[in-house]
């Protein structure tokens, strides 16, 4: 059995238990580690079938199974292209967030972070989506494609709102509110197969019992649950906390320091967002053998 999937198996882990996980999972320099490391810390997993996180006596194990779920996809044993791990997920999308929720005049300066932002996403969805069933590479990047030219398109819409608004708090409110939606749509259009053609569905030995359509549609609705719990979050609070910056006294005599304010404030939400986000769902549901449609299926 695939290691990653068995670890996620035997690991009924508690919401707590899974944002520590993911804390440790989402540690940068898991972005960097060579691909020999992985490939040593892989071979140990798959020679010792006991293995568990909890052995904590044993730090190799422990440092495998960190290296191994922060780079390798579980569905397919590939390596995750670091730009898309888990782990580079902060650094790539909080200055793309950042820089979209400014204020500005001219509407063409916020067209490459929108164009950035969802195309950065959109792939990050692709590569880290369920593998588990057929899906050809010109459908991903047909799909991709159409899913980043629309998404940037509605992502700006607000602005074009916006300056028809004389409303301060909908104009304040209204691109959160798009980005928020407009990231959960991103999940459900660009993962649009996985409902249609089902993944797979494993009993607890991890042999693959057959396709479902049904755990399909709850794991991307799960994600997508998710990622409006991130972004939404982490575009609302620094917006709420600059409104009441702007009013302070040292505002007032370094003006300037609003851009570094809200960047630090939307790094900071962000870095606590991502693994609170990760950690809602478990990454493998259980699911009664009774609620599955009788030709098999699976919850991704």
Not at 168 to 197: C, Q
Not at 248 to 266: E, G
Request: proline share 6%; glycine share 4%.
């Amino acid at each position: 059995m695939e290691p990653n999937v068995r670890f996620w198996i035997a690991e009924r882990q508690s919401f707590i238990q899974r944002f520590l996980q993911w804390t440790e999972l989402l540690d940068p320099t898991n972005l960097v580690v060579s691909v020999e490391k992985i490939e040593k810390s892989r071979q140990l997993l798959l020679t010792n079938e006991d293995a568990s996180i909890r052995d904590l006596e044993d730090p190799r194990i422990k440092e495998a199974w960190k290296r191994s779920l922060s780079t390798v996809h579980p569905d397919s044993s590939k390596l995750i292209p670091v730009p898309f791990r888990p782990a580079a997920l902060l650094p790539f999308t909080a200055p793309m967030i950042f820089f979209s929720m400014l204020s500005v005049k001219s509407l063409k300066s916020l067209i490459l972070p929108q164009i950035s932002f969802y195309t950065y996403t959109t792939a990050f969805n692709i590569v880290n989506g369920n593998a588990s069933y057929n899906r050809h590479l010109y459908e991903s990047l047909l799909l991709g494609t159409g899913v980043i030219a629309s998404s940037s398109f509605f992502g700006l819409f607000p602005r074009l709102l916006q300056l028809r608004l004389n409303n301060a708090l909908l104009k304040r409110a209204l691109p959160i509110i798009f980005l928020t939606h407009i990231s959960a749509v991103n999940v459900v259009a660009v993962r649009s197969l996985e409902p249609i053609r089902g993944i797979e569905v494993m009993d607890k030995e991890g042999h693959v019992m057959g396709y479902s359509r049904k755990a399909g549609t709850k794991a991307v609705r799960d994600t997508a649950s998710s990622r409006v719990v991130l972004y939404g979050t982490s575009a609302f609070i620094p917006e709420v906390f600059s409104h009441y910056f702007v009013r302070t006294q040292f505002f007032r005599q370094h003006p300037w320091s609003l851009w570094t304010f809200k960047l630090a404030c939307t790094v900071l939400v962000m870095g606590l967002m991502v693994p609170v986000s990760f950690s809602i769902f478990p990454q493998i549901e259980r699911e009664c053998r009774n609620n599955l449609p009788q030709n098999g299926n699976n919850p991704g």
